[in-house]
């Protein structure tokens, strides 16, 4: 039954991996159901509000809106790859621990989105002004926090980081 | 998700000339996908009505900016974050990189293309009021042959354009001679991020004299399909900048402009907000004129 879909090679948080998949499958569909990711969610499916964003090619984009043959050879980054040696030990990314600290998650479906899209704004402008966070974010929606905790937690990471320097950081990339 | 990944194919032949042999041969097969913005919200929605796709991303002639002497030129693949980033198109097509930066979101803008943009048709379509403003000419290609047409020649009617079923749209073409103009760019949604416009009008203007030399107008969601406003244009050129010309201009415009009501807005609100944003554009040109 498999052997009718090709197989599609990429590399998703530095492993690589191999899916055999219908090509029109959703990226999104294939980090969760084959790659058991579960950490990118699904929330409009018509790439409105953010919730499947991760960072492909070092790209923020909506996951759901990739059919996977189209991340043929590509390299995927998802929320598990933000803080990639979390179970054995190892230290929250430091959006994630702003986000904590600032009270920037409230149900959570939107928070891996959100860090994806901060992630990806934080790389492009590692200083970033209240007006490039809320462009940043402006693709991400949450129905609980009200943004600014989100937009606050964003800031906070930024100077933060920029305080001991993001580079020495062991997850960023 | 309400579509079936498994009743589409889709393959990615990987090249331009591989693309335009396989549309050749069964022309209106297949249907080109490009970053998938807008087909892969029909497929997930269950509306999406093809079989058979074929993949254009990641084809490296149709995504670059190149600048000859007298006109620079698309890729019909770049994406709206490609067009953000050229210090080149910031630089002379300022009212482009504009309404890239007004296409949904950063994630949206690192897939969707600006051919793409063009091919979808829509009469809301961003990129398109800039494109006509700055008289831009659009490239088709098919095995057979390429082809140059002015854009605004393109469109044809609601969703349907000048392309023959073997032929891709290749580039977008804009003449380099805007450096004198002045530029006006609006779009109105209903929020500043992701929206759809209700209305958008772009203009460019040459003005010699205290007087408008040469005026292109355009705009979106005033018809089925972006458009010049040639009688505004007709209205406006040749005469001097003053307060007149507001008068003109919006009974002009409050003639040409034949919108709908739909989901987004009324007919009547967009005539209206058509008809004030000319009006500012006219009053910028003649408070430039005022301080000059």
Redesign the interface.
């Known amino acids: 039954m498999s052997a009718r879909w090709p197989t599609i090679q990429l590399t998703v948080n530095g492993r690589p991996c191999s899916v055999e998949?219908?090509?029109?499958?959703?990226l999104l569909?294939v980090l969760r159901e084959d790659l058991r990711l579960t950490g990118t969610k699904?929330g409009c499916?018509?790439?409105?509000c953010?919730s499947c964003?991760v960072r492909m090619d070092g790209?923020?984009?909506?996951s759901?809106?990739?059919?996977v043959?189209?991340a043929?050879g590509a390299t995927i980054q998802t929320v598990e790859g933000l803080a990639p040696n979390l179970e054995s030990g190892g230290a929250l990314h430091p959006l994630q621990e702003a986000f904590l600290q600032c009270g920037g998650a409230q149900c959570g479906i939107c928070t891996p989105g959100m860090l994806m899209?901060a992630a990806?704004?934080i790389e492009n402008h590692p200083h970033p002004t209240m007006a490039e966070i809320r462009?940043?974010l402006?693709?991400?929606l949450c129905r609980c926090t009200g943004f600014m905790r989100i937009f606050e937690s964003v800031l906070a990471a930024a100077t933060q980081a920029s305080d001991r320097n993001l580079e020495q950081a062991p997850h960023a990339r | 998700m309400r579509g079936n990944a498994e009743a589409h194919e889709l393959i990615a032949p990987g090249s331009l000339a591989a693309v335009l042999d396989l549309i050749a041969a069964e022309p209106g097969v297949w249907t080109p996908i490009a970053g998938g913005t807008e087909l892969m919200v029909a497929h997930a929605a269950g509306r999406l009505n093809s079989p058979k796709l074929v993949s254009l991303w990641g084809i490296p002639e149709l995504r670059l900016v190149r600048a000859a002497e007298a006109e620079i030129s698309l890729g019909a693949g770049t994406t709206f974050l490609d067009l953000r980033r050229s210090a080149l198109i910031a630089k002379e097509l300022p009212l482009l990189a504009k309404a890239a930066s007004w296409i949904g979101s950063i994630a949206n803008q690192s897939r969707a293309t600006l051919g793409g943009n063009l091919v979808n048709g829509s009469p809301a379509a961003d990129s398109s009021p800039a494109l006509l403003a700055y008289d831009a000419e659009v490239e088709i290609i098919s095995a057979r042959a390429s082809r140059r047409i002015p854009y605004s020649k393109f469109h044809i009617g609601y969703k349907s354009n000048a392309l023959a079923a073997d032929e891709l749209l290749y580039a977008i073409h804009l003449p380099r001679r805007f450096a004198q103009h002045r530029h006006y760019l609006r779009k109105v949604g209903t929020r500043r991020a992701m929206a759809i416009s209700k209305v958008a009008l772009a203009a460019t203007a040459l003005v010699e004299s205290g007087s408008l030399r040469e005026v292109r107008l355009a705009a979106a969601s005033l018809a089925a399909f972006p458009t010049r406003l040639y009688r505004v244009e007709d209205a406006l050129s040749g005469r001097p900048i003053a307060k007149e010309l507001i008068r003109a201009g919006r009974s002009a415009i409050l003639a040409e402009a034949l919108p709908i009501d739909d989901i987004r807005s009324t007919a009547e609100y967009r005539r209206r907000v058509a008809a004030n944003l000319l009006e500012e554009f006219l009053l910028e040109l003649l408070g430039n004129e005022e301080r000059s």
């Open positions: 998949a219908p090509p029109m499958k959703r569909d699904e499916g018509e790439g409105e953010g964003s790209e923020l984009v909506n759901c809106l990739i059919p043959l189209q043929e899209a990806q704004l462009e940043g402006a693709g991400n």
